[in-house]
């Protein structure tokens, strides 16, 4: 079986770098949508400098559709999924791209992990490490997107409002957003203005916009501005209550957060005690902490760092609230 893992690996490879010449070639002959997609994202205007504004007017290309992917993979659910967060968090990356960058790390990981510990069992962790590093980055990059927005959505509903009762239309009222209101938050509205503008029904605009912002304070914003559209009444009245609301939302979410940060820096502490107290004990007596790290002990040390992951896993579910 060990003189089979090398050949494994290097085969691996080969088809690592074959499927990555393939996805080059593939985005090379896309050449002619990605000429439609920049002529469609208005690139080349400027942007003005309000609010947050900071210079060129950056051209949008948000790709809601599943790329990179065979079909019969594209009609799963959590490959959408993984798609809506990728769109979220990267605009211009392709979800075959990510995947296959996810795959080389988690590869990249297995040799790795079999080249130092010379066994199969501790190899494959370090692997699904590896894997997992790309998602990773994505879960940080989306919820730190996410935060972004939904501490500039009150702002931004209040400058609407004041936008309205100066007498301007909402269409202008979005593109005024685009243009003055800070990122992210302000490329999401300019794409709904430009999708409008391009004939585009308001309504189905501005649901798109829900769906790839993906918060429940933006949703409220849209199920209300459709339901006004429909019934009537003052929208600038209508937008200052549901800024006051989030506000509201946002106060509650930082209390809950300051209660249960004991919680998650117990978890902290029980997850570094065992690494520093190895620390220490190696100091004091390398031959006796030094069985953990050949034989049967490297699989103990394993054993352990799963069972404080998935310590570290519960506890940070139970001390997430969602408001």
Not at 32 to 57: F, M, P
């Amino acid at each position: 079986m060990d003189g089979l893992i090398f050949p494994i690996l290097i085969a691996s490879a080969v088809a690592l770098m074959i499927w990555g010449l393939g996805r080059i070639i593939a985005d090379a002959n896309r050449g002619e949508k990605k000429k439609l997609s920049r002529r469609l994202s208005t690139e080349g205007q400027q942007q003005t400098s309000g609010i947050g504004g900071s210079g060129e007017y950056r051209p949008i290309t948000i790709q809601l559709d599943v790329l990179g992917v065979p079909e019969a993979l594209a009609k799963y659910a959590f490959i959408q999924s993984l798609n809506r967060k990728l769109v979220q968090a990267y605009p211009t990356t392709t979800l075959g791209r990510f995947l296959s960058i996810a795959f080389a790390t988690g590869f990249f990981g297995l040799s790795i992990g079999y080249l130092l510990t010379g066994s199969e069992m501790l190899a494959v962790p370090v692997g699904l490490l590896g894997l997992y590093i790309p998602f990773f980055f994505l879960n940080s990059k989306r919820s730190k997107r996410q935060r972004a927005m939904a501490q500039q959505l009150p702002e931004a509903l209040d400058f609407l409002s004041r936008i309205l009762k100066a007498g301007h239309s909402f269409s202008t009222g979005l593109q005024m957003m685009g243009e003055e209101l800070p990122v992210p938050l302000c490329e999401e509205f300019r794409r709904c203005y430009d999708q409008h503008s391009l004939g585009q029904p308001l309504e189905d605009a501005l649901k798109e916009m829900s769906q790839r912002i993906d918060s429940t304070d933006f949703a409220f914003f849209v199920t209300a501005l459709l339901i006004q559209r429909q019934t009537g009444g003052d929208l600038s009245e209508v937008l200052r209550n549901i800024s006051g609301m989030i506000r509201g939302r946002v106060r509650l979410a930082q209390q809950v957060k300051s209660k249960t940060a004991e919680g998650r820096f117990t978890g902290y502490i029980l997850v570094a005690f065992p690494a520093v107290m190895f620390c220490l004990c190696w100091m004091q007596n390398p031959d006796y902490c030094g069985k953990l790290l050949h034989g049967t002990g490297l699989y103990f040390l394993g054993v352990a760092f799963t069972l404080q992951m998935l310590g570290l896993w519960a506890i940070r579910k139970i001390t997430t609230i969602r408001v």
